[in-house]
């Protein structure tokens, strides 16, 4: 399944099948992406990330894609299981001497067994 | 401990009230920032020390908030005649420099009724 994270808040996979959550940042200036998952009543934990430098990088069953031309994140999640059920987060690197992060809106993931 | 903790994980308080919210990071993490949280949206930054400085409060949205990190370790919240407007969940996060990931705890939900 895919989302745009703007436009469609929520999606809903099967168990076993591949998610594809997207976001599109604001700053064309940043250089430092991050995407996090955020389960009920705790706080946001950290994914993956990558830097500008880098348009793919994978990690244990999830692969962020960076296309800076068109100022597009994606992260992709291979056999998704019912524990990925959460909100996910992209959040983007305030260019400068602080480092706040600046974050999306969001998707919720929803994995139906 | 292994993670951020935070203390309360509930606090409801009464408009007008005085809160202080407390911020235990990660060991050794020298970065510290403070972000909001309300339903359905993303963090909001807040404040972000670096050691037991604030190097950017730019995101308090007046002066009724303060924070401080009077040893670079502990942080504590404070927020002064509380609106009910100030209901959310409080982050805190914590990273081994300004430069690398931030650690989230899981956030103390604050009530104003």
């Known amino acids: 399944g895919e989302s745009v994270g703007l436009h469609l808040p929520t999606l809903s996979v099967q168990e076993g099948d591949n998610s594809i959550i997207n976001c599109a940042y604001s700053?064309?200036?940043?250089?430092?992406f991050i995407w996090y998952k955020q389960e009920s009543g705790k706080g946001p934990q950290f994914i993956i990330d990558?830097?500008?430098n880098m348009d793919k990088r994978q990690g244990q069953r999830v692969t962020v894609l960076l296309n800076k031309t068109v100022k597009h994140l994606s992260l992709q999640i291979a056999a998704t299981q019912p524990g990925d059920s959460a909100v996910y987060f992209c959040?983007?690197?305030?260019?400068?001497?602080?480092?706040?992060?600046?974050w999306g809106l969001g998707t919720s993931l929803a994995v139906n067994p | 401990g292994a993670g951020v903790s935070q203390t309360p994980s509930n606090k409801v308080t009464e408009k007008g009230k005085y809160v202080e919210l407390r911020c235990d990071p990660i060991?050794?993490?020298?970065?510290l920032y403070w972000y909001r949280q309300s339903l359905g949206q993303g963090p909001e930054f807040l404040i972000y020390?670096?050691?037991?400085?604030?190097?950017?409060d730019s995101g308090l949205p007046n002066d009724r908030f303060f924070a401080v990190r009077p040893e670079g370790s502990v942080s504590t919240l404070k927020i002064q005649r509380t609106e009910r407007g100030d209901s959310a969940v409080y982050l805190c996060?914590?990273?081994?420099?300004?430069?690398?990931?931030?650690?989230f705890g899981p956030g103390t939900r604050l009530t104003v009724l």
């Open positions: 996060a914590s990273s081994l420099t300004g430069a690398d990931t931030q650690y």
């Open positions: 060991s050794g993490h020298t970065a």
């Open positions: 020390f670096q050691g037991t400085g604030a190097a950017d």
């Open positions: 700053n064309s200036a940043s250089d430092y």
């Open positions: 990558i830097r500008s």
């Open positions: 959040a983007e690197n305030n260019a400068g001497n602080n480092r706040k992060l600046i």
